[in-house]
Nanobody, 122 residues
Framework: VQLQASGGGLVQAGGSLRLSCAAS????????MAWYRQAPGKQRELVAG???????NYADSVKGRFTISRDNGKRILYLQMNSLQPEDTASYYC?????????????????WGQGTKVTVSS
């Protein structure tokens, strides 16, 4: 299973970006999908998560500005980021709980994308 994140870049404060994360491989099912971020010198933190049924949760710092969504058919996770602020500067990582087909069984593991960098200038 591979997760490919994209969409990061440099934007001015108040601007918008849309991140995407595409999953590929021998996938049986994807349950929870989430975006995390890690700023220089800080711990990785949860930004937003979405269940297979579409229930979402957000970090308080991004509520009302960021929207997480998913396309189950295409196996793509999105993060629409509006009203970006310098404190949103970080590398953003996607994560998915994926069930894969094994020889005679199924296996569920957490997978991570490679990270996409978001820089917000003031």
């Amino acid at each position: 299973v591979q997760l490919q994140a994209s969409g990061g870049g440099l934007v001015q404060a108040g601007g918008s970006l849309r991140l995407s994360c595409a999953a590929s491989g021998s996938i049986f099912r994807i349950d929870v999908m989430a975006w995390y971020r890690q700023a220089p010198g800080k711990q990785r933190e949860l930004v937003a998560g979405i269940t297979n049924g579409g229930s979402t949760n957000y970090a308080d710092s991004v509520k009302g500005r960021f929207t997480i969504s998913r396309d189950n058919g295409k196996r793509i996770l999105y993060l629409q980021m509006n009203s970006l602020q310098p404190e949103d500067t970080a590398s953003y990582y996607c994560s998915m709980k994926v069930t894969t087909r094994q020889l005679i069984s199924l296996a569920t593991d957490d997978y991570w994308g490679q990270g996409t960098k978001v820089t917000v200038s003031s």
